[in-house]
Each structure stands twice: as C-alpha cells, then as structure tokens.
C-alpha cells in the first residue's frame, strides 16, 4: 500500500482539522478550570482581607490587634485543607504580628507590587497566592496587611489536568485516524470500482459499467459521468466500425467493377469501338471511385474541427447563384427551369468554404434527383431575426419511412428503384454535419413522386 493513499490523506487532513479544533476545546477547558480554581481563591482572599481588617485598630499611627489573645487561639493555629496566612507589617516593614501557621516564616513585602493586587509567590518552596493591602491612618500609609493562601491543592488539580489532557490528546487523534481511515475507505469504495472497471475495458470491451453508489453524492456523479463517456466512447467505436465496413464495401463496388471489366477485355482481341467502350466505362466507375474517397476524406477532416472555422460576413445570394452557374450545364441538359426568390441582399457570418459544400451538395441532389423538364425553386426570407433558406425540386422524393435515415452515411433511398441515378450516400451525410458544425438549422420535407424540399436557417448569432 503506498505511503499516503488517497484515503489516508483524506483522514490525514481531517485529524489536522480535528486537532486544532481539540486542542483549542482542551485549552479552554483548562483556561476556565484555572480561572474558576484562582477565581475561587481570590474570593477567600478578600474576605480574609475584610475580616482582618476589621479586626485593627490604629492609635498614634500604630497598629493594635483587637484582643490579641484570642486571635492567636483561634486564627490559623491548626492544619487546614487551603491554610491561610496572615500578617501584619508596620510602614517599615518591621512586623507586628502574624499568623501561627507562619511559625518561623515570614511572608514578604514585595515593593514593587502594586497594593491591592493578587500575585503568585512562593513561602518555603511552595506555592503561594498573596495581596498586600496598604493600612491608613486617614491619609497616612502607616503599614500593611499581607495575606496568603496556599496554592498547592490548585496547583495539582491544573497538573492533574494538564497530564490528563496531555495523554488523552494524543490517544483521541489516533483513534479519530483509525475512525477517519475506515470510513474514508468506505467512502471512495466506488473509486476502487472505478480502477478495476478501467482496467476491464479494451478495444474489445466496452461493454462493462461502473456500479453506481447508492448515496448519489460526488462520487456517484463521477461514476455515472464515467459511464456515460464510455457510452459514447463505445458509440462512437461502433459507428466508426460500421463506417468501416460501409466505406469498405463502397470502394470494393468499384474497384470489382473495373477489375471485371478489365478481365473480360483482355480475354480475346476487339475492336476499337469496344476498347473505348469499356476503358470509358473504367474512368466514370474510377471517377466515381474519387469522388467517394473524397467525401470520405471530407467526412474525416470535418469530424470535430470547430475550433478552425474561418467565419467571415458573406452574400448569401451570391453563393447560391454562384452555385447555381456552376451546374448550368446539368440545368440545361435535363431541361430544368431554376427560378429564385430573393427580396434583398441576405448576409450571414460562417464558413464560406464550408458553406459553399453544403450549398453546392444540396444543388446537386436536386438536379440529379429531378426529371427532365421540371422545377427548382431557390428562396430565402426572412421573419424573427432568422433567415430560412429553402431549396425544393420536383424530383422523385423520398419515401416517408427513409426520410430520417437520408443523413445516414451511405444510405440511399429507392436505389434499387432508380439504379441510373449514380451515387456514394455521403452527401447529406456531410451537409448534416457541416451543417452541426456551423450551427446551421437543416430539414427535409419530402413526399414520392413529388418533390423534396430542403429547409437551411440562420439565427440570429449567424446574421451580421
């Protein structure tokens, strides 16, 4: 297992959340014990500090305890549970009179204390909390009170708690790594699935999905993205397989015919008339054959290349007459009269090589699919910010069951039906996708033995 794996460094960078947020809990925990333990003694200091100085009086700016003798009875003489200390200096320092609890030890006057202000001090190595209260005599310091109160018992209760949360510290980050760990490797489980399903898939197999989670969080949007690019992925390969095995049958119709031809020709000696026959008949199926590896190149090339459209503000009227003068010949040959309907100059902003394929491929399917003597009307208007551009012959049609199929590669309609009507199925196949690739809105209208009527528009993105 590698060092930090994924899920170690999720319950890694939880615990560094965790132990700050612990740490700052444990440290108010001891702020507010040690507070409330020194809260607690500065409380029993005043009212020490209250009662003792009640217990003087000052005659000639000295100071007299009131009935001494039964003060050093009572006062401190014993061993308590938080002894307190107490003594009396005159404005010298000297002392007048101090606690029994002191015995031999004195409590110190620390001059550069403030009066009045609680610190922390040491009385024979041991710990102390002290307040010196200045004593007056109207407005004359004439000496001080010094009171004390052990710390020890404090001091072992923030000890004790500052060990404890010590140890617990450590041990509640380690068992919130365990926790954390376990439960992050339950939590990227579908990543587990998501490796081996990957390391399934081939060429060969696309077949297989990753389970999805049941909790639809991140990870089952992850999953269910994966799945849906293998989809497309395997979708893709199949179209490619089937364009394979049309392109490979369309070339091989060809190249059999040719080869055919070829053979039979050289089997005897003939004359020249069947020689110009046959190797005239070779150039229309090799032309042919170039043109279908054209458009299958043209398919390739245009395959996802948005991001090398060259737009440009073009007339469109322009480019359909443009296209028009270049079947002139057709046009008069079958006889068929092209009439156009444009009320003014219509621009767009697109591909103008691109545009001109789909322009001229839509022309031509209308001429090679119309009789002689019939119509081709070319119109264009305009109504919401959208020009439609409409091209509509009076050919053979389409049937209704092969209308949406007439953008498949390599299909054709009624082929059998018409066999002197030469062509790949590619045509509309690359009108379709020039027409995606420059966002270009295209429909067919058809009906058999009527006509069919191709439908271009142009929003408002398109017009310029």
């Known amino acids: 297992m590698q060092k930090f794996s994924f899920k170690n460094r999720i319950a890694f960078n939880y615990i560094i959340t965790t132990a700050l947020l612990i740490f700052v809990v444990f440290f108010t925990i001891y702020s507010i014990v040690k507070f409330s333990v020194y809260n607690h003694l500065n409380n029993d200091i005043g009212k020490e500090v209250k009662n003792h100085m009640n217990e003087i009086e000052i005659r000639d700016n000295t100071i007299f305890i009131i009935h001494v003798e039964e003060w050093k009875e009572r006062e401190h003489n014993t061993v308590d549970v938080n002894p307190v200390f107490i003594q009396f200096l005159d404005n010298n320092g000297f ?14 006057l620390h001059k550069n204390i403030d009066d009045n202000e609680l610190f922390d001090t040491k009385l024979l190595s041991n710990k102390i909390r002290q307040i010196q209260i200045p004593i007056y005599n109207q407005t004359k310091k004439i000496g001080y009170l010094l009171i004390a109160m052990s710390l020890e018992d404090a001091s072992m209760v923030l ?18 790594f365990l926790i954390a760990r376990f439960i992050a490797g339950r939590s990227i489980k579908p990543i ?36 849906n690019l293998l989809d497309r992925i395997e979708n893709t390969i199949e179209r490619e397989k089937e364009f394979t095995s049309d392109a490979s049958h369309e070339l091989r119709t ?24 046959k190797i005239n ?17 043209l398919l390739a090339r245009f395959e996802n290349q948005k991001q090398s ?47 001109s394929i789909i322009i001229n491929n839509l022309i031509s399917n209308a001429l090679k699919y119309s009789d002689i003597n ?38 054709r309609s009624n082929s059998t039906e018409h066999p002197e009507i030469k062509g790949t199925g590619l045509g509309l196949s690359i009108v379709k996708k020039l027409c995606l690739l420059l966002s270009i809105g295209v429909q067919i209208l058809s009906q058999e033995n009527v006509g069919t009527a191709v439908m271009l528009s142009f929003h408002e993105e398109d017009l310029k």
């Open 254 to 277: 060809p190249l059999t015919v040719i080869k055919g031809t070829l053979e039979v020709l050289i089997r005897k000696p003939r004359n020249v008339e069947e020689y110009e026959e």
């Open 281 to 297: 008949y070779c150039i229309s199926e090799v032309n042919r054959l170039n043109n279908l590896v054209d458009q299958l190149l």
């Open 192 to 227: 587990s699935s998501i490796i081996e399903t990957s390391n399934n898939i081939t060429k060969d197999n696309l077949t297989s999905r990753i389970p999805l989670p049941q909790n639809r969080d991140e990870l089952y949007v992850l999953s269910k993205t994966i799945n």
């Open 159 to 176: 000890q004790n708690l500052s060990e404890v949360l010590m140890i617990a510290f450590p041990l509640i980050l380690i068992v919130l």
């Open 309 to 355: 459209l060259k737009k440009e503000k073009i007339c469109l009227n322009a480019v359909i007459l443009d296209s028009i003068s270049r079947y002139s010949n057709t046009i008069q040959t079958k006889n068929i009269q092209v009439t156009t309907e444009f009320k003014k100059d219509y621009y767009i902003e697109t591909d103008i090589y691109l545009f």
């Open 374 to 411: 019939t119509k081709l009307a070319i119109t264009i208007t305009e109504d919401n910010n959208t020009i439609e551009c409409s091209i509509i012959d009076s050919g053979i049609g389409i049937a209704s069951k092969d209308v949406e199929k007439v953008f498949n590669q390599f299909f």
């Open 95 to 108: 002392l007048i009179e101090k606690s029994p609890n002191l015995k031999k030890e004195n409590l110190r």
